[in-house]
Nanobody
């Protein structure tokens, strides 16, 4: 249902930027709260950022605050994650996920609370 696409190279130097994009096939993404998660080898999948159906509410993990920005364009059925000032610790497979919600301002921030997952895309940050 969710397709995660990476704009730009997946390998960047520390301090660089990448933009990830999430689209939905066969569904209207505006019906869902969307979250971004990541998983590094040997670690559990963790929350990165989330945005409500309407885009008016967002939430970030402490590690992402001030560096990452989540946004959405419901007219284009797309949710994006702009990642700036990347660090080697940001190296992981990044996933977008969607949760069916009724309220327009609801956020979805837990791994277990998502209904649909994208396949993920590798982001590697070199030091």
């Amino acid at each position: 249902m969710c397709s995660c696409r990476r704009l730009g190279g997946g390998l960047v130097q520390a301090g660089g930027s990448l933009r990830l994009s999430c689209t939905a096939s066969g569904r209207t993404l505006s019906s869902y709260a969307v979250g971004w998660f990541r998983q590094s080898p040997g670690k559990e999948r963790e929350f990165v950022a989330a945005i409500s159906r309407g885009g008016g509410s967002t939430s970030y993990a402490d590690s992402a605050k001030g560096r990452f920005t989540v946004s959405r364009d419901n007219t284009k059925n797309t949710v994006s994650l702009q990642m700036n000032s990347l660090k080697p610790d940001d190296t992981a497979v990044y996933y977008c996920a969607a949760r069916t919600v009724r309220a327009i301002a609801t956020l979805a921030t837990t791994v277990g609370g998502m209904d649909y997952w994208g396949k993920g895309t590798q982001v590697t940050v070199s030091s």
